[in-house]
């Protein structure tokens, strides 16, 4: 098995904790008003989001490059991708369900969740990637 989703995976975690980290206790709606917490924060999602271009980088080197790849590796990095798009349903299907639940009362959804949705989905669909990979080689 490939060391590289490992790292990939490894790598947009720490970047995920790490904007996480940088939340200020106010939560989304105080890391929306204050400028200090939101350009960080983004910064380290636009960093992330840059880390999962990685893996699939090196799955399209691989099978461009003089690297021996089977039949079993092409078929791990065509399906791979699938996980990205459940991922993304499943994740888009819990923010849902919570907001409304959270805010039904209120009316509306403040503008700050609806960020944290976006970033969340991208950052779940770049995460998806490296998943995939690993679960087909576990499969095989």
Do not use: K, N
Not at 6 to 16: K, P, Q, S
Not at 25 to 33: C, F, H, K, L, V
Not at 114 to 137: D, F, T
């Amino acid at each position: 098995m490939p060391a590289f989703p490992w790292i990939a995976a490894a790598a947009l975690v720490a970047l995920v904790f790490a904007a996480l980290a940088v939340l200020p206790s106010g939560g989304p709606r105080g890391a929306d008003e204050d400028a200090d917490f939101r350009l960080p924060v983004t910064a380290l999602m636009l960093a992330a989001l840059v880390a999962s271009l990685i893996p699939a980088l090196v799955a399209r080197h691989r099978v461009t490059s003089r690297v021996v790849v089977d039949e079993r590796d092409l078929a791990i990095l065509a399906r791979a991708p699938r996980v990205q798009g459940a991922a993304v349903i499943v994740c888009l299907a819990l923010w849902t369900a919570a907001l409304m639940e959270i805010f039904h009362a209120a009316g509306q959804v403040p503008v700050a969740f609806v960020v944290l949705v976006c970033w969340s989905c991208l950052l779940v669909h770049a995460l998806a990637l490296p998943v995939g990979i690993l679960l087909g080689y576990r499969r095989r």
